[in-house]
């Protein structure tokens, strides 16, 4: 065969080739690319990290191991995306520079959507929706309606320690305490040390399992448009990797079973 002959047949070879790859349906080279996405993590190790001090979300238990409904969804996306977790546990405050610092790929710790954290990462859809109450001395008399020279207490960089400060600290005589988790926030109020603690509701409901006497929740939910998300680096294709199984996991009833499993009703 001439070299003309030899060039001729792989011009048509060539334009054939690419005539068949642009005539690929569009819905079927959408499939492809997340097939795609999803076997970039399969079989690879996803870490992650979790605060271990905001029950139920995440706790550490006796043996230093770390439970609770952050850690079961954790598991249950990463086995959803054919991967391997490891879950570690980091103080809150340090969380975020953390994951900048590449310390970790991802954060699942009960974590809320606020624009301040949207400047510096990016958020999967909610896996989680909160409101907020207020935990309180049953007998002390508080009113949330009338809330006037008393001691408010709350955890540092969450969104009711937000709420506290930008609706009761230095107005009306009150004084707003926030704690680096809400054990110690918990443990303050059980002192005496403060007049009631705003939280989350699954939180305070978690407290006082243990703590039933003298007590309780007062007054409505506070429904702020609270979303928890899984935390991820600007622009890291993991987003979408994290969104595709939290998807996966909402339709075959995975979410909702985990959420039951620590919540209850």
């Known amino acids: 065969m001439s070299n003309s002959r030899l060039l001729w047949s792989s011009m048509t070879m060539s334009a054939a080739m690419v005539l068949s790859a642009c005539s690929q349906p569009a819905n079927e080279a959408a499939d492809a690319n997340a097939d795609a996405s999803v076997a970039d993590v399969a079989g690879k190790t996803i870490r992650i990290a979790t605060e271990g001090a905001y029950p139920p979300f995440n706790y550490t238990n006796a043996d230093g191991s770390l439970s609770g409904y952050d850690i079961d969804v954790a598991n249950a996306l990463c086995e959803q995306m054919q991967a391997k977790c490891e879950i570690v546990a980091q103080d809150w405050d340090g969380i975020i520079p953390g994951l900048l610092a590449q310390k970790y790929d991802a954060v699942v710790a009960g974590m809320s959507i606020t624009p301040e954290r949207q ?10 929706a909160n409101t907020m109450v207020w935990l309180t001395d049953t007998e002390g008399g508080f009113d949330p309606m009338a809330i006037k020279n008393l001691t408010l207490g709350g955890q540092r ?6 709420y506290l400060q930008d609706n009761y600290e230095g107005k009306d005589g009150n004084t707003v305490q926030l704690y680096d988790n809400y054990d110690n926030a918990y443990l303050d109020l059980k002192s005496g040390r403060s007049d009631a603690v705003l939280a989350e509701k699954v939180s305070a409901k978690s407290w006082l399992t243990d703590n039933p006497d003298g007590f309780g929740i007062v007054g ?10 899984v935390a991820v680096r600007k622009g890291d294709p993991l987003r979408d990797d994290f969104n595709k199984a939290l998807s996966e996991i909402r339709s075959n009833g995975e979410l909702a079973r985990l959420e039951q499993a620590n919540f209850g009703n």
């Open 119 to 128: 400047e510096k990462v990016d958020f999967t859809e909610p896996y989680f």
């Open 157 to 162: 960089s969450t969104t009711p320690g937000a």
């Open 220 to 229: 409505e939910e506070i429904d702020n448009d609270d979303n928890i998300a």
